[in-house]
């Protein structure tokens, strides 16, 4: 996954030749201005007023304006007319905010630079009725325009989970990120059995709802909760990762609503093939020390991977012609650059069926790869359909009945 660039992205073709607002208008007479000793908010407000064609004060002020008196504030809390707020076509509210402008003064994305503040307004949401595999394309409450870097939506996977240690460290007293994980039930999170196969029920904690990893600026809060128990699946083997699925039972049910909910899980031995699929996470955008972990949840689209052709794609790479690919696997990628990374294990790949895009189910776990998105070369997921029945078993035992909704 790409570098979060999204608060330095300022047209920087435009900030190189920035025509002066005093010179012609024909374009013959234009000359270029230094803008090397710019800050961010003063730049954009030049960038602006040459494409206005005004002659706008843009010197600095303390407090982080664009210009004026104008305050950074959550945009649903902006009633300027920069800020529109609608109606989607399921009836949800949205406020857009175009991050190549709105985040450049501001330092979060939430927050767009407004003249017009009214703090009294609060996140507008229609009744919840949870149902599984909902994927919010256009977000909740925000619809971020101009993202480059494929950062997702706020709320767009609310099925995803962040698995981090019950411990908190260093001056802020933040918890360490594991791996990622998938909420299948609201007391279950499923993830990858390699990174909990040495860790105990007490040593854990789930995030869910999350999306800035930086700032606590969201619409809609998180939730965190403890873990119970640790459940690894009875045919693991981690020597070659087999069966790499398990299962976290959380402390308490998690609350259901537009940003935490379920994803569903696919009939046992289901085939992907023909499938749109997306992996989500916080990994880092390259396999190698520099790599960085994100700090907004992001997403790739990757194609299912049929299972004797990504046999044939491992048995060229360093693990040979004899290397057999476990039944348990599945595969997706293949693309240069489009591909899971370190950092994103155990995080879900969701599909949904060709024809019908309105219903996610969990294809897989990320479990391991060669590098990171190198081209022929796919990623390998363990396999969740062949799990599910050990899955379902769980469920039944634990909780009687499977709470979740259209998840057959």
Known sequence: MSTLGWRILLLVVAARALPDPSSSSSGRDRRQVDTSNLSNAELLCRLTAAVDGATENCEPNPDGAVSGDCKCAPAWQCKDDTSPTELTADGSFLTQVNVRTAGISCPTPEEVCCFNIDTSLQPQTLPFSPTCGKRNTQGIVTNFVGFENRQSQFGEFPWMAAVMTAQTFGPDSAPLYICGGSLIHSQIVLTAAHYMQDKTASELAVRLGEWNFREQSESVAHQEYGVQEVLLHPNYVGTILAYDVALLILDQPATLGHTVDTICLPPPNYDFRDHTCVVS????????????????????????????????????????????????????????????????????????????????????????????????????????????????????????????????
């Open 281 to 408: 996470g916080w990994g880092k955008d390259m396999f190698s020390e520099t790599g960085k972990y994100q700090q907004i949840l992001k997403s790739i689209d990757l194609p299912p991977v049929d299972h004797d052709s990504c046999e044939i794609a491992m048995r060229k790479t360093r693990l040979g012609t004899s290397f057999h690919l476990h039944e348990s696997f599945l595969c997706a990628g293949g693309e240069e650059g489009k591909d899971a990374c370190e950092g994103d294990g155990g995080s879900p790949l969701a599909c949904h069926k060709p024809n019908d895009p309105s219903k996610y189910y969990q294809a897989g776990v990320v479990s391991w790869g060669i590098g990171c998105g190198q081209a022929g070369l796919p990623g390998v997921y363990a396999d969740v359909s062949k799990a599910v029945p050990w899955i379902n078993t769980i469920i039944q035992e634990k909780f009687g009945h499977d709470v979740r909704i259209g998840g057959k």
